[in-house]
């Protein structure tokens, strides 16, 4: 029987969502908690592998369980063996053929930026920061240069296994709420540390270190070493995943407001 989940995570806890020898990804936690309800181990596939420091409104995973629970022994009892910093937030049994990873047709990245002088305390590991005033109309120029198909050579990671840097960046959104800037990301896939390396460089843009058309020579150099450093993750969220509506999966969670909104 193959089951879907929805999880939900808070990334500075973990050191990603793969599992590791030492027992600190994602995974290793949710499949320990998984195999006490099934009552043997069960081994997990999700959307998109996250990195240490990075978060999850609605990561989407799947296993195939060899035992039959109840929907909600997927969840509250799942929960009840996880650590407080990762919950599921729905389960759905589904057809043998779905698959968290292959299945899904897009992606979507949240990244929320704090843009004041002073660095953040509450929001320390749940939000980027940059100091200095960003020309968020000049960000927005250089973003719509890279929307679209393209070799996303130059902002990719030195260790991305994938097979072709080539993704469909299908939209950037960038608007300001109150002292936080919040970037969307859509694509049908990102490549490792794509998200955190166009962050990074669209920061160069909006401080004024080049001007917009920079990003698109970027692309074209396909060198990663002319593009930004590697932003932070800690203001990284996997906002949703999206899939053929056949499959019937519980409708994704509204959109996380910037944690302005959250304390006002």
């Known amino acids: 029987m193959r089951v879907a989940l929805g999880v939900e995570y808070d990334g500075a806890a973990f050191c990603g969502w793969q599992t ?93 930026l704090l843009n004041h002088p002073v660095r953040p305390a509450a929001g320390h590991g749940r939000v980027g920061w940059f100091h200095l005033p960003l020309d968020l109309a000049a960000m927005r120029t250089a973003a719509r240069l890279l929307q679209g198909e393209h070799d996303f050579t130059a902002f990719r990671s030195s260790e991305c296994q994938a097979r072709s840097p080539v993704r469909d960046l299908r939209a950037i959104a960038i608007e300001p709420r109150g002292a936080y800037v919040v970037f969307d990301f859509t694509a049908n896939a990102f490549l490792h540390h794509m998200v955190r390396n166009l962050v990074g460089t669209l920061i160069y843009v909006g401080k004024g270190r080049h001007r917009p058309e920079w ?47 959250l304390v006002q």
Request: hydrophobic letters at 45%.
């Open 20 to 112: 590791q020898a030492s027992g600190c990804g994602v995974q290793d936690h949710l499949e320990a908690a998984l195999a006490h309800i099934a009552g043997e181990p069960v081994e997990t596939v999700c959307a998109g592998r996250t990195d240490a420091g990075v978060h999850a409104m609605e990561q989407v995973v799947h296993f195939d369980s060899p035992v039959a629970r109840p929907v909600s022994a997927w969840v509250r009892g799942v929960n009840a063996s996880l650590p407080a910093g990762i919950a599921v937030l729905w389960a759905q049994e589904t057809a043998d053929e779905f698959h968290a990873r292959y299945g899904a047709l897009g992606r979507h990245y949240r990244y929320l």
């Open 215 to 261: 990003v698109a020579s970027l692309l074209a150099s396909r060198d990663r070493a002319l593009a930004a450093p590697t932003f932070d993750a800690a203001g990284l969220y996997l906002a949703r995943v999206d899939y053929d509506p056949r499959w019937e999966l519980p409708s994704a969670r509204v959109s996380m407001p910037p944690l302005a909104d």
